[in-house]
């Protein structure tokens, strides 16, 4: 059964970057597609962005323009480079498949968003 280990996350002021990194076991990495999602403290988990096998993305409004999604099929490896953080991008993010049906989640990586 896939896994997912994220890692990445951190403290960082209002307009910082950071990138996330997430590694999956499992076979068929390269033609599946996967996600990033994130849960704020109070809130349902939300899909961030959506990256197939064959390179399409897609992204929720509220990240476009400043989250891109991109991969490492040598790496199994799927990363999240955030920039322009705003304080309220502050929640621990997850990565999994690009929708139902999902893996276990894996531990989520922290990222807090403030001065």
């Known amino acids: 059964q896939v896994q997912f280990v994220e890692s990445g996350g951190g403290l960082v002021q209002p307009g910082g970057s950071l990138r996330l990194s997430c590694v999956s076991s499992g076979s068929m990495f390269s033609i599946a597609a996967r996600g990033w999602y994130r849960q704020a403290p109070g809130k349902q988990r939300e899909l961030v962005a959506r990256m197939t096998g064959g390179g399409s993305r897609n992204y929720a409004d509220s990240v476009k323009g400043r989250f891109t999604i991109s991969r490492d099929n040598t790496k199994n490896t799927v990363y999240l480079q955030m920039n322009s953080l705003k304080p309220e991008d502050t929640a621990a993010y997850y990565c999994?498949?690009?929708?139902?049906?999902?893996?276990?989640w894996g531990p989520g990586t922290q990222v807090t968003v403030s001065s």
């Open positions: 999994n498949t690009g929708g139902p049906p999902f893996g276990p």
